[in-house]
Every structure is written in structure tokens, then in C-alpha cells.
């Protein structure tokens, strides 16, 4: 691969989803094959070549948590890029990651969550949390990140 040239390329293109439930509460993925404490954050991935945000949020959607387009609906989208650096000894050809967040409503049942249609799997399990408790449970390099997401998503928490 072509190393980045410029600061923008730097930073891999990606999106994040942040899911509410009927009660406001928020979608907390516990990362697969993770110890520690920071072991929980909101479903994300890198937008493949040729894909729009909104496109790759629906396909990270199901490969993280096996959720249907139709099993949700889109309550708003950040609109500028959100980034974050990675930790020098994490970095390999990324300094970090540039975002486009979404917000989500689940109008699903339960039985349509499945976090085993990826192998390996990004979740081992998956808890309903208040958004603003996200950010404490976010890795460090990520929680400014998480910062904006809740200020800006703060109004979908409501029931």
C-alpha cells in the first residue's frame, strides 16, 4: 500500500453507530478478545473504496451486530469528521481514523441481534448503557471522540 502523503490521508475514513433502544439507552459492544477495563465502545469500521458513509454504516451495522437496515432508523448523523490518533505503538499505516457518526433507533426485537455473523466476532456480548457512560468506558485515545458523540446525540435519549 501507498503510505499517506498528505495530514488528511493520514487518517482511515470510517463510521461509527450509535444505537438507541425505546428507552434511550445506547448499544454497548464488549470488544471480542479483550481484557481490561476500556473494553466497551459503539459499532464502527472503515468505509471501503467506492462506498458512502451511510452505506458502510448499515454494512459495519451488520457485520458487528447482525442488525438489518430494517431493523432501524437513521435519527441523525454528525456532519463533520470526527478524529482521533491511535497510539504510536498501534499505528501501522493510520495515524488514526476520521469518522462520520450516525445515530440510530432500534425498532427490532432481540432475537435480530446476532454478533456471531463475522468471524471472529467484534463483540463477545453486548449490554443497553446511558450514552454519557459511554465515555468513561471508551479506550482513552477515543474519549474525546465519545465527548462529541454524546453532547451531540444527547437529544435521541429520550424515550
Not at 11 to 28: D, M, S, T
Request: charge should be positive; include cysteine; aromatic fraction near 14%.
Amino acid at each position: 500500500m501507498l503510505k499517506p502523503t498528505t495530514k488528511e490521508d493520514d487518517y482511515r475514513p470510517a463510521v461509527g453507530i450509535v444505537i438507541f433502544n425505546h428507552k434511550g439507552q445506547v448499544f454497548l459492544g464488549r470488544r471480542a478478545r479483550q481484557r481490561g477495563f476500556w473494553v466497551w465502545q459503539f459499532p464502527q469500521g472503515g468505509i471501503d473504496k467506492g462506498e458512502t458513509a451511510t452505506e458502510a454504516a448499515y454494512r459495519e451495522l451488520h457485520e458487528e451486530t447482525g442488525l438489518l437496515k430494517k431493523h432501524v432508523k437513521i435519527l441523525g448523523e454528525i456532519e463533520p469528521w470526527l478524529y482521533y490518533d491511535l497510539p504510536k505503538e498501534k499505528r501501522k499505516r493510520w495515524r488514526g481514523q476520521k469518522q462520520k457518526w450516525f445515530a440510530l433507533r432500534f425498532k427490532g426485537h432481540k432475537k435480530d441481534f446476532d454478533l456471531n455473523i463475522e468471524t471472529p466476532p467484534e463483540f463477545s456480548r453486548y449490554e443497553w448503557g446511558h450514552l454519557e457512560d459511554a465515555c468513561h468506558l471508551i479506550v482513552p485515545f477515543k474519549r474525546n471522540v465519545y465527548k462529541t458523540i454524546a453532547n451531540e446525540f444527547k437529544r435521541f435519549s429520550k424515550p
